[in-house]
């Protein structure tokens, strides 16, 4: 299996995913809320949430990853762990792609 390719600023995406087997997700009603509650704590820092479909047993997210400048000027309330501080203070996760692209891994 090949990595992923890292996702671009400022840029748009239909990210979807589901289980192995068609097997469920979402067991109960409280889970969506659940998978709603750590997409806002986790991803709605660095990216925007312009549409989503919970089904069963998959989900559809669409979503637009913030510019670089929306995202430092949010900073400080991200929580970024010592060990990927670089030493200028900055996410070891930007970097820039072949074709001279900002990205962001999340």
Do not use: Q, W
């Not at 501080?85 to 891994?105: A, D, H, I, Q, W």
């Amino acid at each position: 299996m090949t990595s992923p390719s890292p996702l671009l600023y400022n840029t748009y995406y239909h990210i979807y995913n589901r289980r192995v087997n068609g097997e469920n997700i979402f067991l109960e009603g409280r889970n969506y809320e659940h998978f709603l509650n750590l997409f806002a704590k986790h991803i709605e820092p660095v990216c925007d949430l312009l549409g989503y479909c919970l089904l069963r047993n998959h989900f559809h997210i669409l979503v637009r990853v913030k510019s670089e400048e929306e995202i430092v000027e949010n900073e400080e309330t991200l929580r970024v762990s010592s060990v990927n501080l670089v030493t200028t203070g900055r996410e070891s996760s930007k970097r820039t792609n072949e074709s001279g692209e900002k990205t962001l891994r999340v």
